[in-house]
């Protein structure tokens, strides 16, 4: 049990439409970081969020955003989405205040896109 | 342009014996590892780090060996137990612009035999 909790856990949405998905943070952690897994890789870095602005992001393009409010939970938003959007969204949370630190992760959302 | 690799989709090791799984990356200038271990329908949870100034670091049955000079890294699970059967990700952290990104490798599906 890591403390990081995503909703909805499954979602089925059809190509074009727009999704959001949530994201409630480990209490006491600032930052907030998205990825994308999809089927037989590993996750892909999406964006990062920290105190409520941006803070660094993958290759993914802008129909990819975020939001994070100041109780640290996040949103991911996705728009026009694609077949190819289809993964698992993992929402991951830490407390970066220098040195090592680890990111601890929700159980993901899966997005069925069709 | 993959920067962190585990060549070796799956391994099958008998209880009580050893697992060693492997990771190889690319980028010098990252600074932190870590192994995750990933259940179906679970989100990764975080088992071993390890800083790049050690080459190693050991938490019970785990140990995590940083080879710099060859950049690879290795998890040692030993004794295996049936309950470690999952997907095993490696992550190496990258700073970008004061932003931690964590680059994860495709996994490896480890299948400990009872």
């Known amino acids: 049990e890591t403390g990081v909790t995503q909703s909805p856990t499954h979602l089925i949405k059809t190509r074009g439409q727009q999704v959001t998905l949530r994201c409630s943070s480990q209490?006491?952690?600032?930052?907030v970081s998205w990825y994308q897994q999809a089927l037989g890789q590993g996750p892909q870095f999406i964006f990062q969020?920290?105190?409520?602005?941006?803070?660094g992001r993958g290759n993914f393009p802008p129909r990819f955003s975020g939001l994070q409010f100041p109780n640290y939970s996040s949103e991911l938003n996705v728009n026009a989405l694609e077949l190819d959007d289809s993964a698992l969204y993992l929402c991951?949370?830490?407390?970066?205040?220098?040195?090592?630190?680890?990111?601890?992760f929700g159980q993901g959302t899966r997005l069925t896109v069709v | 342009d993959q920067q962190v690799k585990q060549n070796s989709p799956s391994l099958s090791v008998q209880e009580g014996r050893i697992s060693i799984l492997n990771c190889d990356y690319t980028?010098?200038?990252?600074?932190?590892f870590l192994w995750y271990k990933k259940y179906p329908a679970e989100g990764p949870t975080f088992l071993i780090s390890?800083?790049?100034?050690?080459d190693k670091n050991e938490d019970g049955r785990f140990t995590v060996f940083l080879n710099k000079s060859a950049k690879h890294l290795s998890l040692h699970i030993v004794p295996s137990q049936p309950g470690d059967s999952a997907v095993y990700f490696c992550?190496?952290?990258?700073?970008?612009?004061?932003?931690?990104?964590?680059?994860f490798g495709t996994g490896t599906r480890l299948k400990v035999l009872a």
């Open positions: 991951a949370s830490s407390l970066v205040v220098g040195g090592n630190t680890e990111a601890f």
């Open positions: 209490s006491g952690h600032n930052t």
């Open positions: 969020y920290y105190r409520e602005e941006e803070n």
């Open positions: 980028n010098s200038m990252f600074d932190y």
């Open positions: 390890i800083s790049s100034i050690k």
């Open positions: 992550a190496a952290r990258g700073t970008t612009s004061g932003t931690y990104k964590y680059i």
